[in-house]
């Protein structure tokens, strides 16, 4: 079992800044991929950035060059800091972990204001 717990989510003015956290607990193995995903309303859940142990990195063309993943593989954290925000990054944001079953968090709701 694995549990993720994000936060860091809020209210922002576009262009501005947050930095998302998610902490993962259980039987963790650095070796398997982590992300983030979001859902707007309305919308289907889509890959926002995804990172593996070797720090590959993967990010949905909308979000490149405005967001960071990263990893503490010591610490089971990922963090996603998302800058240059714009209206329509406005979701809710889920961590994800994947392995042979992939474990998702509760969400944290990102919303930029115009």
């Known amino acids: 079992q694995v549990q993720l717990v994000e936060s860091g989510g809020g209210l922002v003015q576009a262009g501005g800044s947050l930095t998302l956290s998610c902490a993962a607990s259980?039987?963790?193995?650095?070796?398997?991929?982590m992300g983030w995903f979001r859902q707007a309303p309305g919308k289907q859940r889509e890959l926002v950035a995804t990172i593996v142990r070797a720090g590959l990195t993967n990010y949905a063309d909308s979000v490149k060059g405005r967001f960071t993943i990263s990893r503490d593989n010591a610490a089971n954290t990922v963090y996603l800091q998302m800058n240059s925000l714009k209206p329509e990054d406005t979701a809710v944001y889920y961590c994800w972990y994947g392995g042979p079953t992939d474990y998702w968090g509760q969400g944290t709701q990102v919303t930029v204001s115009s």
């Open positions: 259980g039987s963790i193995f650095s070796r398997n991929a």
